[in-house]
């Protein structure tokens, strides 16, 4: 069975950092896109980044400079530096990947969130 499993969350002050970390086990044959989005509450959920399995990167405007996203595919990990933090970027963030699994189905799974909490 397949699973994702954040890590990384946390509180901070603006203007300050932290690192998310999105960790697939199981019976993996591979992972093409993985990628992080965010729900602030009273919210829609948006996209923040994402990477293809050729390392193409796509942010959300208001993250570009400040937040980068890459893998580790030797530890079918994902990360997600953030930057210069800001209290709007306060919010639930949920790491996905679309991954295939040794019995040849793909499917996009979905790790248990983290709350990003940024004070001013």
């Known amino acids: 069975q397949v699973q994702l499993v954040e890590s990384g969350g946390g509180s901070v002050q603006a203007g300050g950092s932290l690192r998310l970390s999105c960790a697939a086990s199981g019976s993996i044959s591979s992972i093409s896109a993985m990628g992080w989005y965010r729900q602030a509450p009273g919210k829609q959920r948006d996209l923040v980044a994402s990477?293809?399995?050729?390392?193409?990167?796509t942010y959300a405007d208001s993250v570009k400079g400040r937040f980068t996203i890459s893998r580790d595919n030797a530890k079918v990990t994902g990360y997600l530096e953030m930057n210069s933090l800001l209290p709007e970027d306060t919010a639930v963030y949920s790491c996905?990947?679309?991954?295939?699994?040794?019995?040849?189905?793909?499917?996009?799974?979905w790790g248990q969130g983290a709350q990003v909490t940024v004070s001013s």
């Open positions: 996905y990947a679309t991954i295939r699994g040794r019995a040849g189905r793909a499917s996009v799974y």
């Open positions: 990477i293809t399995n050729g390392d193409k990167t």
